[in-house]
């Protein structure tokens, strides 16, 4: 199975910053990775797919980049809103795994 | 606008058979170019992916190996939904489950469905 590795496991940050969490993955994906939202006793809700595209109607202040093993989430200038738990996801080989998520508090 | 919805129980007794709905609004079971996908969330294993199903001239599935001799992922047309059945549940199969559409990434998904496994 493709491990994929968060990290931070956990981050604070304020109104207005700008953060960036990683995932990594154990074997090459291509581009086939997601991000998604997670709020308490809610589904996940996708941000990103290919690794760098926009779901529509997610705010643009959300990008996703990189390629391979190695890939980004950035918020570009947080919003009280995004305070959750970010996943990764990758989609290039089953089992479809996870990342183990980092909670982000605002 | 594309909507599931889950149906089942929430208690299931060890050694039984943990059967979930998932009913697809704005879709159909049948297209081209969705896979229907059935994900579990449990805080000692995060999300785990079980399988899903598609149609491509004929109805194919995919399973993960952790629950394969266990797992069937069966397509419904007649009700445009989809279910899960997972036979000889332990303890360790508590979890929300979620379906979830994909045509890339899983969107949408289930609202979930919390199953406890106990006696």
């Known amino acids: 199975d493709i491990h994929m590795t968060q990290s931070p496991p956990a981050l604070s940050a304020f109104v207005g910053d700008r953060v960036t969490i990683t995932c990594r993955a154990s074997?090459?994906?291509?581009?086939?990775l997601a991000w998604y939202q997670q709020k308490p006793g809610k589904a996940p809700k996708v941000l990103i797919y290919?690794?760098?595209s926009l779901e529509s109607g997610a705010p643009s202040r959300f990008s996703g980049s990189g390629f391979g093993t190695e890939f980004t989430l950035t918020i570009s200038s947080l919003d009280p809103d995004d305070s959750a738990i970010y996943y990764c996801?990758?989609?290039?080989?089953?089992?479809?795994?996870f990342g183990q998520g980092t909670k982000l508090e605002i | 606008q594309i909507q599931l919805l889950q149906s089942g129980p929430g208690l299931v007794k060890p050694s039984q058979t943990l059967s979930l709905t998932c009913a697809i609004s704005?879709?159909?079971?049948?297209?081209?170019?969705?896979?229907w996908n059935w994900i579990r969330q449990s805080p000692s294993r995060g999300l785990e992916w079980l399988g899903r199903?598609?149609?491509?001239?004929?109805?194919?599935?995919n399973y993960a190996d952790s629950v394969r001799s266990r797992i069937i992922i069966n397509p419904d047309t007649s009700k445009n939904q989809f279910s899960l059945q997972l036979n000889s549940v332990t303890p360790e199969d508590t979890a929300v489950y979620y379906c979830?559409?994909?045509?890339?990434?899983?969107?949408?998904w289930g609202q979930g469905t919390l199953v406890i496994v106990s006696s």
């Open positions: 979830a559409r994909q045509t890339d990434s899983f969107d949408p």
């Open positions: 704005g879709d159909s079971v049948s297209s081209l170019t969705a896979a």
């Open positions: 199903t598609y149609y491509m001239s004929t109805w194919y599935t």
């Open positions: 074997q090459t994906i291509n581009n086939w």
């Open positions: 290919k690794a760098s």
């Open positions: 996801q990758q989609y290039n080989t089953f089992p479809y795994t």
